[in-house]
T-cell receptor, first 113, second 115 residues
Framework: DADVTQTPRNRITKTGKRIMLECSQT?????MYWYRQDPGLGLRLIYY???????NKGEISDGYSVSRQAQAKFSLSLESAIPNQTALYFC????????????FGPGTRLLVL | DQQVKQNSPSLSVQEGRISILNCDYT??????FLWYKKYPAEGPTFLIS?????DKNEDGRFTVFLNKSAKHLSLHIVPSQPGDSAVYFC??????????????FGTGTRLQVTL
C-alpha cells in the first residue's frame, strides 16, 4: 500500500466551482506539504503544515486554502477554481528527524475549464 | 526569481555511459541539497542528498558533487541504465533559517537513456 495517497487522481471542473483535493499518509510524519507542478516551472510550494495546529503559506497560496484535519490528513481547496489553476498537484510529507527529505504522493491532475 | 536553476531541459545518454545533470543556485543560505527522480504519472521520489559540509556524496551508481564557491551541484549516474530515464529535479533547503524543511525546486531535466 502506498504511504502517501491522493484523491482524486484526475479531476475536471469548471471555472467558479469549489474543489477539494485530499491527501492521506500512513508514514506517521508530522509535516505535510502541497505543491503544484506546471510545465517549465518545476514544483512550487502552496501550503505546508508542521503539525495539526500549524498552517503556513507557501510561495503561491493565493486562491487556495488548506485544512489539516488530523496528523495523517491534509486537504487542499480551491474556493473558486480558475483555468490557470490547471496543473499537477502533489502532496508530500516529512519527518521532524529528517525534515528535508520529503515523500510525495502520486499526484492529482486537475483541469479547470 | 528562480533560486534553483536547471538549465538543461533534457539530456540523452547511451546506456552504460555517464549521465551528468547540473544544478545552479543563487541563494547563499541554502545548505542542504537533494535530487528527486520522477517517472510519468508518479510523484517525485527521493534519490540522494548532500549537506554543505560535504563536497561529495555517493550512493551506488549515483554521486552528487557540491561546489559551494560556484553555487553548483551535479548528479552523476554511472553507468546509466534505461530505467534511469525520468525527470530529475534538484531541490535546496536553508536548514539554518526559519524556512527549514521548505524545499525550493529547480525546473527539472528530462534524462533519456538510449540503448
Amino acid at each position: 500500500d502506498a504511504d502517501v495517497t491522493q484523491t482524486p487522481r484526475n479531476r475536471i471542473t469548471k471555472t467558479g466551482k469549489r474543489i477539494m483535493l485530499e491527501c492521506s499518509q500512513t508514514k506517521g510524519h508530522d509535516r505535510m506539504y502541497w505543491y503544484r507542478q506546471d510545465p517549465g516551472l518545476g514544483l512550487r510550494l502552496i501550503y505546508y503544515s508542521f503539525d495539526v495546529k500549524d498552517i503556513n503559506k507557501g510561495e503561491i497560496s493565493d486562491g487556495y486554502s488548506v485544512s489539516r484535519q488530523a496528523q495523517a490528513k491534509f486537504s487542499l481547496s480551491l474556493e473558486s477554481a480558475i483555468p490557470n489553476q490547471t496543473a499537477l498537484y502533489f502532496c508530500a510529507t516529512s519527518d521532524l528527524r529528517d525534515r528535508e527529505t520529503q515523500y510525495f504522493g502520486p499526484g492529482t491532475r486537475l483541469l479547470v475549464l | 526569481d528562480q533560486q534553483v536553476k536547471q538549465n538543461s531541459p533534457s539530456l540523452s545518454v547511451q546506456e552504460g555511459r555517464i549521465s551528468i545533470l547540473n544544478c545552479d543556485y543563487t541563494n547563499s543560505m541554502f545548505d542542504y541539497f537533494l535530487w528527486y527522480k520522477k517517472y510519468p504519472a508518479e510523484g517525485p521520489t527521493f534519490l540522494i542528498s548532500i549537506s554543505s559540509i560535504k563536497d561529495k556524496n555517493e550512493d551506488g551508481r549515483f554521486t552528487v558533487f557540491l561546489n559551494k564557491s560556484a553555487k553548483h551541484l551535479s548528479l552523476h549516474i554511472v553507468p546509466s541504465q534505461p530505467g534511469d530515464s525520468a525527470v530529475y529535479f534538484c531541490a535546496a533547503s536553508a536548514t539554518g533559517t526559519g524556512t527549514a524543511s521548505k524545499l525550493t525546486f529547480g525546473t527539472g531535466t528530462r534524462l533519456q537513456v538510449t540503448l
